[in-house]
């Protein structure tokens, strides 16, 4: 028998959410073929099979959390070595390094004692039905095949604890519980006695007003709340805004998207060349290409130029990087967004793909927005925030005319630079924009 563990797959990833198998107990199972899809944090990965042969055991279901290190399936591939299912559970649930996963619900665990604490393997019905009958799933005894808590467990404990009738949908089991409520006194008078004015509650029980829905926070969409926090608390943010006239900018674009119509390539779009645009106010504002050290109190400047573009997956934001933009025309830089926002958007965009970005750009105009106050996507020092582009009435030469005005807002580190700065960092942008030439003579 074959153990396979959920890999290491890099970028401090610790945890992944099974998406789809595509193998079944019982099976059979080709080496280097597609073996199961997990979500992590950053973006969906498929892993292939290390070994071929027959599946012995599937140890999570769709939905399941399963941590890097744990046992996701049991292979049969003819080794003489093989390990019995008794031992692998034991090894899953006991190896004192590595914590045993709470989600993993065809694993083999010893019964649990009442009054004591593990994670217990159960189905994902039999966790619901805990949830409604407002029992602690860990506290029951399994009975079930391979030590899982069956639906009677469930029952049969609520009856002995006097446990409360089924509940409304809103009773449920958190995704991460606080330990106690001590300690998260002690954790908010310790942030209140750290930061004046300052005051954590815990929130108050919203299902008492009306109906409510509880979702876990998880993969993408808790990575984006860790660096939204992150970058909120470290990073004292300020804003420049400013408008580019983009009217002679949009009149090339057009014509030359319909010159390339049917030809190879992507669609001509805006945010290339902004993407050249910025790389040519970075190379003249390094500060805003930079990152800070606060601990060693030294700035770094980044002589390359990643740019990176928030993409909307319906699964969270993420934020695919086009690498090297100074050596790159603006035409591939437009091929790289397509490409990269497309991977994006199905889930198969690569970890490397979203690292080692220097400045980011966001772009709610196709979304209707007019203007927005982004957060800078730490550890770098500023994000460019693009609303949409209007027709509105300016004075041109002492005369109101129509031209195309592009909102654009840039959020900058307070520590690394100034408003004086910004500004004219800002104004370069706007009148590259402004110049289609100029950002030819970029290319």
């Given amino acids: 028998m074959f153990e396979f563990k959920l890999p290491d797959l890099g970028e401090g990833i610790a945890e992944g959410e099974i998406l789809k198998w595509y193998v079944e107990e019982g099976g059979p199972v080709v ?20 070994r071929g042969g027959t599946i012995k055991a599937l140890k999570g279901k769709v939905g399941d959390i399963v941590n890097v290190g744990d046992v996701v399936v049991v292979i049969d591939d003819g080794s003489a070595d093989a390990v019995t299912e008794d ?7 006991a190896e004192p390094d590595a914590p045993a996963p709470a989600a993993v619900p065809v694993a083999v665990a010893p019964a649990a004692q009442p009054g004591v604490r593990r994670p217990v393997p159960a189905a994902p019905a039999t966790r619901r039905l805990a949830r409604e009958l407002k029992v602690d799933i860990n506290l029951v005894t399994p009975s079930g095949p ?35 409520d001590t300690a998260f006194a002690e954790f908010a008078a310790h942030a209140s006695a750290t930061i004046p004015f300052l005051e954590i509650e815990p929130l108050p029980d919203f299902s008492s007003d009306g109906p409510v829905e509880i979702e876990a926070l998880r993969s993408i969409r808790r990575k984006v709340a860790r660096k939204m926090v992150t970058s ?17 900018l949009d009149k090339f674009r057009i ?40 601990f060693r109190e030294e700035i770094i400047y980044k002589q390359f130029y990643n740019i990176g573009f928030a993409a909307d997956t319906g699964r969270g934001l993420v934020v695919p990087v086009v690498k090297g933009t100074n050596n790159k025309s603006i035409i591939q830089i437009a091929d790289d967004i397509y490409e990269k926002a497309t991977l994006a958007r199905e889930g198969k965009l690569p970890p490397e793909d979203m690292r080692g970005g220097t400045f980011t750009i966001t772009n709610v105009g196709p979304l209707g927005g007019t203007a927005l106050l982004p957060t800078i996507n730490y550890p ?18 002492g005369e109101i005319v ?3 005005m592009l909102p654009l807002t840039l959020a900058f580190d307070h520590r690394i ?27």
Avoid: Y
């Fill in 31 to 50: 080496e280097d073929e597609p073996l199961v899809d997990v979500e992590t944090d950053k973006a969906a990965v498929t892993i292939p099979s290390p």
């Fill in 87 to 93: 031992a692998v559970a034991e090894k899953t649930f």
């Fill in 146 to 180: 391979g030590g899982r808590v069956i639906p009677e467990d469930v029952h049969r404990f609520a009856g002995s604890s006097g446990a409360a009738a089924p509940a409304s949908m809103t009773d449920h089991v958190p995704a991460k519980k606080v330990a106690n």
């Fill in 232 to 248: 909120m608390t470290l990073v004292p943010h300020v804003v420049h805004m400013d408008e580019a006239d983009v009217t002679d």
């Fill in 255 to 294: 014509r030359e998207r319909e010159r390339r119509q049917g030809g190879s390539g992507a669609k001509l779009t805006l945010m290339a060349f902004v993407v050249k645009a910025i790389t040519a106010g970075l190379k003249a504002a390094p500060a805003f290409n930079a990152s800070l050290d606060p």
């Fill in 380 to 397: 770098e020092v500023a994000i460019l925030g693009m609303g949409k582009v209007q027709e509105k009435p300016v004075v041109r030469d």
């Fill in 402 to 404: 129509i031209r195309k």
């Fill in 417 to 443: 630079a100034d408003g004086a700065d910004a500004a004219r960092f800002v104004g370069e942008l706007v009148r590259q924009l402004s110049d289609p030439n100029l950002l030819l003579l970029e290319t």
